[in-house]
């Protein structure tokens, strides 16, 4: 056991903004970081080396996926999701609760776990705390989620109330099933407690009794407005361990990251970019460009000046218009390595300006160009 996996050390601060690294089995994560979404064990449309090429150091893979499809077990023995998929960076893995309840069918809960059908074929299947930890070991990702109920958007304080009390105890459970320090991968605890601000208090303080290596947020960015999010995101990071890394789940627009940084938060992940990608919708310098629009039909000049990414240094917006309007496959790896490469940026150079103390001036230049 590497005595070095698991320690997080900030070196810069900006406010509430941190600058850090997170050492990991596959390797150091700077933080602030993006972490683009891998679902089924791929990035879509993009491969390990474009990745690399973009400077992606961790990837996320997702638990309920990968054990319905191809099955945790087969690739276990091929030596885990690393080595399956060729990336030999970092992994983190969602637990598979969240996408129980946004994918599945046919759900029920109980303390013991939730039981599911598969959105694939229909069959049946139970998620307990050990179970989820016993995938995640077979994947061997490098950050485990616990299991945890996402609470549904506009659930009343009372169920709220309750399910973060099942969450805690599930929570408990993984930690049981995989005891900190017994093993080279780190495990997260998740805040819920929806869009109240005692509940989301007394989610946290519940974990803290807990010993994980990163705290993250969940029950944001589930259908509520952006002020919404944003005031339980302003409440609840500060409440999250200082020393520990803080995770945002499923956030967000480039905008969202900035704020979330200026937070407190160092990790997030999101399909936004890699999803947008494949409708045309990309994310430059001076603001979204949707690639389908004739007015760049003859426009020569490259998608975004100021990014040096691959398909801004080799390709013009007319040329992916054209890809994007003939439907070719290409246009999917293009938009993807310019939008990876866009978020990316967005969180290096958050970085560089905690580091330099000009982080409000990067948050108030990107708020002139991106509204949402
Ligand atoms: C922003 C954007 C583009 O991301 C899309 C779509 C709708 O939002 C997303 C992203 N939001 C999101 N919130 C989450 C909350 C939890 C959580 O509480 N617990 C656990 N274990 N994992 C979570 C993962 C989460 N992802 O959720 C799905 C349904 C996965 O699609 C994503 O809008
Ligand atoms: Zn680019």
Known sequence: MNMHIGKFSIHNTDGKARAGELHTAHGVIP?????????????????????????????????????????????????GLHKFMNWDRPILTDSGGFQVFSLSGLRKLSEDGVTFSSHIDGSKHVFTPEKVVSIQKNLGSDIMMVLD??????ADHEYTKKSLGLTTRWAARCRAAYPQGSGDQLLFGIGQGGFFKDLREESIRQLLDIPFDGYALGGLSVGESKAEMMDILYHSAPLLPADKPRYLM??????????????????????????????????????????????????????????????????SKAYLRHLYQAQEILSYRLNTIHNLAFFLTVV?????????????????????????
């Open 149 to 154: 109920e996402c609470v549904p958007y506009g």
């Open 31 to 79: 933080t602030p970081i993006f972490m683009p979404v891998g679902t089924q064990g791929t990035v879509k449309a993009v491969c390990p080396q474009d990745l690399k090429d973009l400077g992606a150091r961790i990837i996320l893979g997702n638990t309920y996926h990968l054990y319905l499809r191809p099955n945790d077990e087969m690739i276990a023995r091929r030596g």
């Open 348 to 372: 290096t150079d958050a970085r560089k300006a905690i580091e330099e103390g000009t982080f409000q001036a990067y948050k108030a230049r990107f708020e002139n160009i991106y509204d949402t």
């Open 250 to 315: 499923g956030v967000g627009t480039p905008l969202d990251i900035v704020r979330g940084i200026d937070a407190g938060i160092d990790m997030f992940d999101c399909v936004m970019p890699t999803r947008n990608a494949r409708n045309g919708t990309l994310f430059t310098s001076q603001g979204k460009v949707n690639i389908k629009r004739a007015q760049y039909t003859e426009d020569d000049s490259p998608l975004d000046p100021e990014c040096s990414c691959y398909t801004c240094r080799n390709f």
